[in-house]
């Protein structure tokens, strides 16, 4: 097996992706990282139960779109692939790049299956220094990852577009360019044609580096997410607090309480106290308290009386 082959599926393998589902849509533009990723999931597509189908979304807005659209549903024809393409309105909101991201989620959203987009480690290293130029927090600085919204998932990630188009040329594989690749008023155009490459010839681990910490940095927003998710109303399970780390719990009841501005290692205490089968009420900063009753626990206005 192929080196970048066995990545692809020690990347499948590790992050449980394309399982579960038989039906797997391929997103394909026709350059080269898609063409890559049509190829490799063919590849495996009979040990793995894959039935595969090629979806082509044509905006119609360069003149060489049609081409695009041509060449793919010849390249799923040679392959004995299902193929159907999408012409999506228009959307005016946002930038370019916001708007072309949205209306494909939307079009992704209503395929059946998982649908695979060919995502490289470069467009994930890319992705973080974007947000990072624009002042992202966790959440922007988390990036893309092997699972995105929906459908959507990445079996591509850990590949760098070098590799890919190597690979490409190994196999005698033809893809074709999208000739707005070369716009650099895009500024991703920008960053990958006039920073990437000087930034690889310094920093020859840099895409790798980048991409790990991005890696981490979506962990955090995973972790964020789940303890928002916990603290979205005003009560928990005991069970659910006390099964993550104590300053973690203690921060969910923070976020319960109000996020007060002061006080937080009273919620560390009554992480202490509820861990020890604490019940009853304990106050909290805030002006709220906390009333645990067995397995419920509820943060609450104080009201009236003295405490």
């Known amino acids: 097996m192929r080196v970048l082959e066995r990545v692809f599926m020690e990347t499948i393998n590790r992050e449980s992706l394309l399982c579960g589902e038989s039906k797997v849509t391929a997103a394909v533009s026709g350059g080269a990282d898609s063409v890559a990723m049509l190829h490799l999931l063919n590849r495996f597509a009979s040990s793995r139960g894959w039935c595969i189908d090629v979806l082509h979304i044509n905006h119609r807005l360069r003149p060489d779109s049609d081409r695009d659209e041509l060449f793919v549903s010849r390249l799923a024809e040679q392959m004995g692939l299902p193929f159907r393409s999408v012409h999506p309105e228009s959307d005016q909101s946002g930038s370019m790049e916001s708007r072309w991201s949205s209306i494909r989620q939307r079009v992704y959203n209503q395929q059946p299956g998982i649908v695979a987009l060919a995502h490289s480690a470069s467009d994930r290293a890319e992705t973080v220094l974007l947000r990072l130029f624009e002042g992202s927090g966790l959440r922007g600085l988390g990036g893309m990852d092997y699972k995105g919204l929906g459908p959507v998932q990445r079996p591509l990630l850990d590949m760098q577009n070098t590799e890919i188009r190597n690979w490409l040329k190994e196999k005698n ?4 360019e999208d000739s707005s690749n070369r716009n650099t008023d895009i500024s991703r155009n920008k960053l990958r044609l006039a920073v990437m490459p000087v930034l690889q010839q310094n920093f020859p681990e840099a895409i790798p580096g980048i991409c790990r910490s991005g890696a981490l940095l979506s962990r955090w927003r995973d972790l964020q997410d789940q303890l928002g998710m916990m603290s979205e109303g005003n009560s928990v399970t005991r069970k659910e607090l006390l099964e993550i780390p104590c300053v973690l719990g203690a921060l969910t009841l923070w ?12 919620f560390t205490k009554t992480m202490d106290w509820l861990s020890r089968g604490g019940n009853g009420t304990h106050l909290l900063p805030g002006g709220k308290r906390l009333v645990a009753e067995d397995e419920l626990i509820t943060v609450e206005i104080r009201g009236p009386g003295r405490f």
């Open 255 to 266: 976020q319960m309480a109000g996020r007060p501005r002061s006080g937080f290692e009273e």
């Open 173 to 176: 594989y033809e893809w074709i």
